[in-house]
């Protein structure tokens, strides 16, 4: 059984940063995409971040590129994201999520519906 567990969401104020973390346990292959996404109050689940377990270039929303930094840490099954110079349009629950098995790095994993398994969410919070 897969589970994504994300930590490290909270308030800041603009301009600050968070580092969220999201542990993954149960996964039985290891070539795949993980993901941070995000949903505000209102609208759709966008995709943020994403990082593949084989070493391909990062993919990042344009809306992230320049702020945020996305890794892992594959000997603690940990996917990080980094995030800098925060704005109040940043606010959102924040998804770690994990797609099935993938390989190669042409056909990134984008789409919320590309990916399987799904965490419980951690919330940022940035005030003016």
């Known amino acids: 059984q897969v589970q994504l567990v994300e930590s490290g969401g909270g308030s800041v104020q603009a301009g600050g940063s968070l580092r969220l973390s999201c542990v993954a346990s149960g996964l039985s292959y290891s070539t795949y995409w993980m993901g941070w996404f995000r949903q505000a109050v209102g609208k759709e689940r966008e995709g943020v971040a994403a990082i593949h377990s084989g070493g391909c270039t990062p993919s990042y929303a344009d809306s992230a590129k320049g702020r945020f930094t996305v890794s892992k840490d594959n000997g603690k099954n940990t996917l990080y994201l980094q995030m800098n110079s925060l704005k109040p349009e940043d606010n959102g629950l924040y998804y770690c999520?994990?797609?099935?098995?993938?390989?190669?790095?042409?056909?990134?994993?984008?789409?919320?519906?590309?990916?399987?398994?799904w965490g419980q969410g951690t919330q940022v919070t940035v005030s003016p």
């Open positions: 999520a994990v797609t099935g098995p993938w390989f190669g790095c042409d056909n990134r994993a984008r789409s919320p519906r590309e990916f399987k398994y």
